[in-house]
């Protein structure tokens, strides 16, 4: 069951939706940036800009192990996104772990499509490793919506190239599916507060620009999971992607990967960025995920 405080947040997305799916790129890309501007960082979180090969910055907790790191790819449907905009989720990550984040801004479409963002991905997780010394079974991969889908696509791509792998990846509502077969963009479409499947799937066509959207890199649940590191899935009830994570679940399993799913009674898409009693139960998952499946490497 919900809480007070989240009933109320979701009465009011729900009388915003509306207007926010109406608003150009250009605004959504914008009023994304003003909500990550308006967020207060705590006062103990050090935020320094990154020698990455793109615009990337290091959330600092207090007391951090560097040797321990988190990996941050944003959501946005691949269109929007930023440093700016993903920051408070960013921070409520490392705040919570005790580990550096490493959060980064990648190329978005539509104008750098397919595969700009997984290149960045690659590059800043080479980064990470080759030019930071990081061990990476110590690195976890985590992100929202696209940048869920993103984090595995990765996994996926390092594992073709012979790559080290991630010690474990989080998954916040991913968007791992990006044909919208899933059953929850019908069942769910009235209930969720936050997306407009019609709107995503636009989104999906001007990323992949003409790549199938069933390619494993666009849809990681249609490739080859197996040896992926432990993952764990957070989803809310209330939203279109629901099917995407149980999708993916089923996937792992059938790869045999250790994976946890958590579905969130009346949450939606994303829910993380709000300050809730339910934001705190999700954060500290992440936390003991983190600390059971990752390697110390001290």
Known sequence: MRSKKSAVVLGLLRRVKPVICNLSLDRKRAGSDLLGKLKKMPSDLRILPAAA?????????????????????????????????????????????????????????????????????????????????????????????????LSLALTLRL???????????????????????????????QDDPIIQSEGLHQSALHYAAGTALSSPYLSPVYGDLTGFPPVLIQVGTNEVLL????????????????VRLTVFDGMWHVFHVFDLPETNEALEEIRLFLDGNLAENV
């Open 53 to 149: 090969p793109c615009p990337a910055e290091w959330m600092l907790p207090a007391g951090e192990r560097g040797e321990r790191v988190i990996l941050y790819s944003h959501g946005g449907a691949y269109e929007g996104g930023s440093l700016l905009s993903s920051r408070p989720l960013a921070a409520a990550l490392a705040q919570e772990t005790g580990r550096r984040v490493l959060s980064y801004h990648y190329r978005l479409a539509p104008e750098h499509p397919f595969p700009a963002a997984l290149e960045d991905a690659l590059a800043v997780y080479r980064y990470l490793y080759r030019e930071e010394g990081i061990s990476p079974d110590a690195v976890a991969l985590a992100g929202d919506s696209a940048g869920g889908g």
């Open 159 to 189: 594992k073709e190239l012979g790559e080290p792998l991630p010690g474990g990846i989080v998954c916040l509502s991913p968007w791992a599916e990006l044909t919208g077969s899933a059953s929850s963009h019908r069942t769910r479409a």
């Open 243 to 258: 099917g995407d994570s149980l999708l993916l679940k089923k996937r792992l399993e059938e790869c045999q990967v250790p």
